[in-house]
């Protein structure tokens, strides 16, 4: 009995020492791995925001094609009207996946040093412009001006900043300074019909309702900005953890995203009928067919995440103030499941640009 005590107790020591050193050998504040494919997920978690530039996701809420294709998988949602809020859902574990824009999407990254999520699919080009009072014709005539974007370090927010840097314009008070106003979509619109505020750098579709509804003038449509006319105004991000145990609920949703981006391209008129009143039953507004048609002709659907574009965009929040370096992407794109469901519908892969390359 005694010799059995004395093995075990051996045994117990030696367990202890190897947990020890693989905690040692993770780092402190680190946490382990997550477990492979455990597979599907009993639930996931989608946040999403009601504008056309998400599109695919109100289409594919709406015409069930997540939750078809997420089977027994629950399909639980939240709406956020800005990348930052959705960025801390994500961080703080209550959502497992989101289509968000571009830059707060490289924040997540970011401020989780590359741990926390990865880009899995796009959703949307375009559909991001600089809209202005009627008489404002050029940069210089924005001095003394407050301009809107819809909250601080979002894709709008960082692309007026980086533009006013080009354009030699400092951001502040003062008659030879733009004021930037972070402000809800909604309440641009009202403030701009008051003259409180001489325009925004705004998503689809409250640009277009500025534009339409309340006579504002395209000052700069983002799209004119970049080689092809192409930018990813939203992606699809997913936890680390979730990508790696559900891939399976991975695969599911970004069929159901392809089935709402073939149905807008399919059914246009109809497309435009679904996300107009889902925008309705979540924010209580309804949008004119000028705007539907106005704001559906700036920009354009797809799974590819354009991920060449992002070193790009990570500078721009250089540039533009919102960061003090550069974010290394390295490792920030998983198009594995991606490039798994656009084989499996004879569709060619999409380039990682290779930030699939782990970082070290």
Known sequence: MKRCLQILTVVLVAAAALTACARADRGAGETAPAQANQGAAAQLRLGYFPNITHAPALIGLDKGFFAKELGGTKLVTQQFNAGPPEVSALLGGSLDAAFIGSSPAINAFDQSKGETVRLVAGSTSGGAQLVVKPGITSPEQLKGQTIATPQLANTQDVALKKW???HNLPVGTGPDAVTVQNLANPRTLDLFKSGQVAGGWLPEPWSSQLVVDAGASTLVDEKTLWPGGQFPSTVLIVRTDFLKQHPDSVDALLRGEQQAIDFAAAS?????????????RLTGATLSQAVLDRAFTELSFG?????????QLAQDSVTAGVAPTATNLNGFADLTELNKVLGASGKPAVDAAGLDKAQR
Do not use: G, R
């Not at 799974?303 to 070193?311: E, G, N, Y």
């Open 164 to 166: 006013l840097k080009l």
């Open 268 to 280: 246009p008129a109809e497309a435009k009928t679904v996300t107009n009143a889902a925008i309705q």
């Open 303 to 311: 799974l590819d995440p354009q991920a060449s574009t992002f070193p």
